[in-house]
Nanobody
């Protein structure tokens, strides 16, 4: 089992920045990929970014490229999402996720077995 605890959400004006954190515990040695998804009211859960735990290779949805940066600190077993240039369209509940399985399609939520509780990020115009 892997446990995920998120922190760092909040309210920010358009153009501002936030950093989300996702602390892991449990069987962290088995982590393969970790990711961030978001879900706005009335919409489906959307892939945002992912990172391969072993070598730090990253994946992003086009809408956040150049604005968001995903990273991890293996020593602290923590993943981060630095969000700059925030837009009102980024308003959503953000979820941290983790998979211990190789070969998953990183942008599909069904590939992740572990999820955080969700963080609200609100961007005002």
């Amino acid at each position: 089992q892997v446990q995920l605890v998120e922190s760092g959400g909040g309210l920010v004006q358009a153009g501002g920045s936030l950093r989300l954190s996702c602390a892991t515990s449990g069987r962290t040695f088995s982590l393969h990929v970790m990711g961030w998804f978001r879900q706005a009211p009335g919409k489906e859960r959307e892939f945002v970014a992912a990172i391969r735990w072993s070598d730090g290779f990253t994946y992003y949805v086009d809408s956040v490229k150049g604005r968001f940066t995903i990273s991890r600190d293996n020593a602290k077993n923590t993943m981060y999402l630095q969000m700059n240039g925030l837009k009102p369209d980024d308003t959503a509940t953000y979820f941290c996720s983790a998979s211990t399985a190789a070969g998953l399609v990183v942008a599909r939520a069904t590939g992740y077995s572990y999820w955080g509780q969700g963080l609200q990020v609100s961007v005002s115009s």
